[in-house]
């Protein structure tokens, strides 16, 4: 006897043997208890999820010799004459290679012929698209208004090819591909019935690569029992089926979401030395970024193409990572397989998508940022505003006799950092004054700012400097009287300028400054706000400048 192969083998036989179409078995099976049958169905859908096995089916149930039943029993004249398509009354035809208007005729006029010996002639027209517009014209009549013996079942993979006129005429029914636990299970009950040992991850592989057919499916375990027999290894299964082996996947992820390149480029070399097509890494890959991004979304529930191990595998690599970065990276690996189908060298393209993905600086979610930045500004609103200090007026000013006037200092006064209020204006503060100063003469303007102390006393403007720094600047004629005519304009009176240093030595106010400013570095580096802001932003700090005067 000739070997007969599985998806023949096991060929549905009733409505309860199609997997994953229940809603069209169902209503099948109730048109038929009901009597309430269409005379002409279109079954569209994938390739090997059991399109022709159903209209093959339901011709058994109008055809049954207990029937017409939605259970056909499969063992009268009728049903197995049916099922090994030699019924007169039920006929198959290709319409790939039946496709003219003349095989459409021949049809025609068979049709008026009573059925040989079962209730209902029946045409099962295969591949119906690939019939000529010509062909679908010459059917149209027919198909509209066929004689009560008469049935037709178009299956088409392409719906959309078939014209609009023939689906208005026809009951259609969409098949949709069959769940990989689905094509899983049916495999596990084919090859313990068969005696063929294969592992559990063997058969989810073969269910992957079936791509929703069971029919595939089926077909490549054929492949395989036909090269190692009844007795299947794991290893020997996806190198024959040519798949690449999901430890060298999750190597590449782990490798991308490390960040090490070097270690993704040696993945690629060992799938490369097993014979997996660069072509098809990229797809396994970009295949395995969308389980993750589902994952991490949706949870592993919603992923109906992984076995639970494969789900947990995923759900642990990806568990630091931000649905951001895995958006990132999937849509980056899309361009980049993409770029791998088109390109005359796909070895080097998917090697520069891997080193991309490895290098991809991770996502950081803006909500995330927006909540640290909130609990940064509490953080920082929240620090204890110092009150400003007083000191005693300094008394070891150098008096010169250019400035024309001078200044008695009394030892209970404080002194004060802001301009104070003469009689007659309303308080202006130091920073209005020289921006004002700068306006008209921006040189005199920034020096002023340098001065260490600025004070209006009466009618009497005091600037102190250190030695070092523009004193002899200001003693000039011309720059005391341009300062005068300033000072008048800007407080609207006449107002009389002196200028003085400080005693102390340049050497000591640079040695002081020096420690205070790293005292304020040291504050400032320890300030929990500050830590905060360089954590959130991956910054540090530069230098540290004293706070303006105002």
Not at 105 to 116: D, G, H, M, Q, S
Not at 409 to 431: W, Y
Not at 448 to 467: G, P, T, W
Not at 509 to 523: H, I, P, Q
Request: hydrophobic letters at 35%.
């Amino acid at each position: 006897m000739s070997y007969l192969v599985l998806a023949r083998k096991w060929r549905p036989k009733n409505f309860d043997d199609i997997i994953s179409q229940e809603f069209i078995t169902r209503s099948l099976k109730n048109a038929v208890s009901t009597g309430k049958i269409a005379h002409a169905f279109i079954f569209s859908g994938p390739r090997g999820v059991g399109k022709t096995s159903t209209a093959r089916i339901l011709a058994k149930a109008l055809n049954c010799q207990h029937g017409p039943t939605p259970d056909p029993c499969s063992a009268c004249v009728f049903c197995t004459e049916i099922s090994d398509g030699k019924s007169l009354d039920v006929i198959e035809i290709d319409a790939a290679s039946h496709t003219g208007v003349n095989d459409v005729r021949e049809i025609i006029e068979n049709i008026k012929y009573l059925p040989a010996s079962a209730r209902y002639k029946i045409y099962i027209i295969d591949e119906a698209h690939m019939l000529s517009q010509s062909a679908f014209n010459a059917l149209l009549k027919t198909l509209e208004e066929p004689p009560p013996h008469v049935l037709f079942m178009l299956a088409t993979t392409e719906a959309h090819k078939i014209p609009v006129t023939i689906l208005s005429r026809c009951q259609r029914y969409d098949f949709k591909k069959v769940p990989v636990d689905k094509i899983r299970e049916n495999l596990s009950s084919i090859t313990d019935a068969e005696g063929i040992d294969a592992e559990e991850e063997t058969l989810y592989t073969v269910a992957q690569e079936a791509d929703g057919s069971l029919r595939d499916a089926l077909s490549l375990m054929d492949q395989l029992v036909a090269t190692f027999g009844t007795k299947i290894s794991h290893e020997e299964a996806i190198r024959i089926l040519g798949v690449l082996d999901k430890a060298l996947l999750k190597s590449a992820i782990e490798g991308i979401l490390g960040k090490n390149p070097k270690s993704c480029i040696e993945t690629l070399n060992l799938a490369i030395e097993k014979g997996i097509n660069p072509k098809r890494f990229a797809e396994d890959l970009l295949r395995t970024l969308r389980y993750a991004v589902l994952i991490k979304t949706c949870g592993k529930e919603i992923v109906a193409d992984l076995s639970d191990e494969d789900k947990d595998v995923i759900h642990n690599l990806i568990a630091g990572e931000s649905v951001e970065t895995l958006e990132s990276l999937f849509n980056m690996m899309l361009e980049g397989a993409e770029s791998v189908q088109r390109s005359f060298y796909p070895l080097p393209a998917l090697e520069l998508t891997l080193i991309k993905l490895a290098t991809l600086v991770k996502t950081v979610p803006i909500e995330n940022i927006i909540n640290r930045i909130e609990s940064l500004s509490g953080k920082i609103g929240s620090v204890p505003q110092q009150a400003p200090r007083f000191e005693e007026p300094r008394t070891d000013y150098k008096k010169t006799p250019e400035s024309g006037a001078s200044s008695k200092t009394n030892g209970t006064e404080n002194k004060t950092e802001a301009v104070q209020k003469k009689p007659g204006s309303s308080e202006k503060s130091q920073s209005e004054l020289i921006k004002f100063i700068k306006s008209k003469n921006a040189v005199m303007g920034t020096r002023l700012e340098q001065a260490k102390e600025i004070v209006l006393e009466e009618s009497i403007f005091k600037i102190v400097f250190n030695r070092s720094l523009h004193p002899e600047y200001f003693r000039k004629k011309e720059t005391l009287n341009a300062l005068k005519n300033y000072l008048s304009e800007f407080y609207s009176g006449d107002t009389e300028v002196e200028i003085a240093e400080s005693e102390s030595s340049p050497g000591n106010d640079t040695e002081k400054g020096n420690e205070k400013t790293k005292e304020n570095k040291n504050r400032i580096h320890d300030d929990p706000a500050i830590k905060d802001a360089i954590e959130i932003f991956g910054g540090r700090v530069v230098s540290v400048k004293p706070k303006q005067k105002e």
